[in-house]
């Protein structure tokens, strides 16, 4: 259990600093367009201590959730401006150009993005990671049903580390000469597609049965007749009834290693694969959020949580202090590159009041500048925020309902990896 409570604050603590690395990317690019930032903070409400260092007060605040900078001029009502002198109001953040701008809004997902990247290095280069080639061969093999062959039938009882003697039977699929590689394309005259259909299929199959099961082997098919042994398996009642197994699971390719550990100079060119591997699943995971509300919910009201449901700084620091616990230290820091890499693709959502949402409003304001100047029309000027609040509040809402869901079901149903 210290263990745990340790991984627990560890990974609350990682965040807190991610996020305030964040902050600081704003304020590092801010100073080096010569923008004038009054404050830097880590936390919120009542101030415990800051110091004063040139323009800028730094510090730290009660609540340790987050942080912030102030960059004055980022929006058009900053009240800070109206006490400058003529020399400062020139480095407001408004009249410098756009695309400095953009780099100090893109900053925060930017540090996040090095952060991970580093991260990641570190790990493919001098410690391994589980081989990201293996994962995608394993997901191949379950979309085309292809299989490795078990040697032998195994006790009701077997662990995980179970190996075969010379004495055990031989299971079913070995015996009738399935081979390792082999993709099944049906059992019992149903067709089989993937490895879900394959289960479905000999879930229906009776015990000690004869049946048939075909298969893809260098581009012909072949049947073979076999007959499925009984495996008592424990239901979720607590029952135990016999089922029907061939002795086969998914195809493990034996030539792909299993750990990336490429060495500095080699890693640095698998992370540069594997981030845009996590890049794309990123996306895939923001496209595929709405999808997971309603799961979501009714794992809140006893339904199952599943692992793909999305997690609260709650839930994930919690699985912090599962793999802390369990000394599991590389999926820790596995963890944190994939929260880093997610925080830095969502703030840059082109909606208010994320870092996306200002970056947005800065380019539409100079297309509308040129719109205009092209047509002989007066400079729009700056967009009216005010007139933009009630969007901000509506997407305020919405973010805020969805971490109040996920926090909730982090308490109530939260995810577990080890059992």
């Given at each position: 259990m210290p263990a745990y409570i340790t991984g627990v604050i560890l990974f609350a603590l990682a965040i807190l600093i991610s996020i305030s690395l964040h902050e600081f990317g704003h304020l590092l690019t801010a100073k080096a367009f010569k923008i004038k930032a009054s404050r830097y903070f880590v936390g919120f409400g009542p101030t415990i201590w800051s110091f004063q260092k040139g323009e800028t007060e730094y510090g730290l605040k009660a609540i340790p959730l987050g942080g912030f900078v102030k960059i004055i001029g980022m929006t058009p009502d900053d009240e800070e401006e109206e006490g400058l002198d003529e020399k400062d109001k020139k480095r407001v953040f408004w009249r410098k150009p756009l695309?400095?701008?953009s780099i100090v809004l893109a900053a925060g997902s930017i540090t996040?993005?090095?952060?991970?990247?580093?991260?990641?290095w570190v790990l493919i280069s001098f410690v391994g990671i589980a081989n990201p080639a293996l994962a995608k061969s394993v997901e191949n093999a379950r979309d085309t049903a292809t299989i490795s062959v078990a040697e032998c039938i195994p006790p009701d009882d077997a662990t995980s580390d179970f190996t075969c003697s010379s004495t055990d039977e031989p299971t079913p699929a070995r015996t009738a000469g399935l081979e390792d590689g082999d993709e099944i394309t049906a059992v019992d005259g149903q067709n089989v597609s993937d490895w879900?259909?394959?289960?479905?299929?000999?879930?229906?199959?009776?015990?000690?049965?004869?049946?048939?099961v075909e298969v893809e082997r260098d581009g012909e098919r072949t049947?073979?007749?076999?007959?499925p042994y009984?495996?008592?398996?424990?239901?979720?009642?607590?029952?135990?009834?016999?089922?029907?197994r061939l002795g086969v699971s998914v195809y493990v390719d034996p030539t792909i290693d299993p750990v990336m550990e490429s060495g500095p100079v080699a890693g640095f060119a698998d992370t540069v694969g594997y981030t845009g591997d996590m890049f794309q699943q990123t996306f895939i995971a923001l496209k595929?959020?709405?999808?997971?509300?309603?799961?979501?919910?009714?794992?809140?009201?006893?339904?199952?949580r599943g692992e793909d449901t999305p997690v609260s700084v709650v839930g994930a620091s919690r699985l912090g202090g599962?793999?802390?616990?369990?000394?599991?230290?590389?999926?820790?820091?596995?963890l944190l590159v994939v929260l880093n890499y997610f925080i830095g693709v969502f703030n840059l959502l082109p909606l208010l009041p994320l870092d996306g949402g200002h970056i947005a409003i800065a380019w539409y304001e100079k297309a509308r500048s040129w719109v205009a100047t092209r047509f002989g029309k007066p400079d729009p000027g700056r967009v009216d925020y005010?007139?933009?609040?009630?969007?901000?509040?509506?997407?305020?809402?919405?973010?805020?309902?969805?971490?109040?869901?996920?926090?909730?079901?982090?308490i109530v149903n939260p995810i577990t990896i080890f059992n």
């Open positions: 695309w400095q701008r996040h993005f090095i952060l991970a990247f580093v991260i990641l879900n259909s394959l289960l479905a299929v000999v879930g229906d199959l009776e015990p000690n049965e004869p049946t048939t049947t073979f007749d076999l007959t009984a495996a008592e398996v424990q239901t979720t009642d607590g029952s135990v009834e016999e089922v029907a595929d959020l709405p999808k997971k509300i309603a799961p979501l919910w009714d794992s809140i009201f006893g339904g199952e599962e793999m802390v616990e369990h000394d599991q230290w590389v999926m820790f820091f596995m005010y007139k933009l609040m009630p969007l901000t509040y509506v997407v305020l809402i919405v973010l805020g309902g969805f971490m109040l869901l996920t926090i909730t079901a982090d």
